[in-house]
């Protein structure tokens, strides 16, 4: 089992930054990926940036790439999206999941921080 709970979204204006922090407890943090996803108003969940169980393993989809960084430290159980020069279409609910190993599915989901940006 694990549990996830996000932190650290809030208002801003284009441009600025945020880091968003997803605290995780259960033992299969470390070998678990783990992801960010987001959902605007509306619209369907999507897909913003995963990382493998060490950190040497990233991926984001194309709407953030080159301003959003993944990361983790598995000795705290915390994954961290950096978002820079934020945009008012990055306004969502943004997710924490996570992906064991031994599913290779999404299986865990934290409750969500909401993320506006104004324009």
């Known amino acids: 089992q694990v549990q996830l709970v996000e932190s650290g979204g809030g208002l801003v204006q284009a441009g600025d930054s945020l880091r968003l922090s997803c605290a995780a407890s259960?033992?299969?943090?470390?070998?678990?990926?783990m992801g960010w996803f987001r959902q605007a108003p509306g619209k369907e969940r999507k897909f913003v940036a995963t990382i493998n169980w060490s950190g040497g393993s990233t991926y984001y989809a194309d709407s953030v790439k080159g301003r959003f960084t993944i990361s983790r430290d598995n000795a705290k159980n915390t994954v961290y999206l950096q978002m820079n020069s934020l945009k008012p279409e990055d306004t969502a609910v943004y997710y924490c999941a996570a992906r064991p190993d031994t599913t290779y599915s999404w299986d865990y989901w934290g409750q969500g921080t909401q993320v506006t940006v104004s324009s």
């Open positions: 259960g033992r299969t943090f470390s070998s678990a990926a």
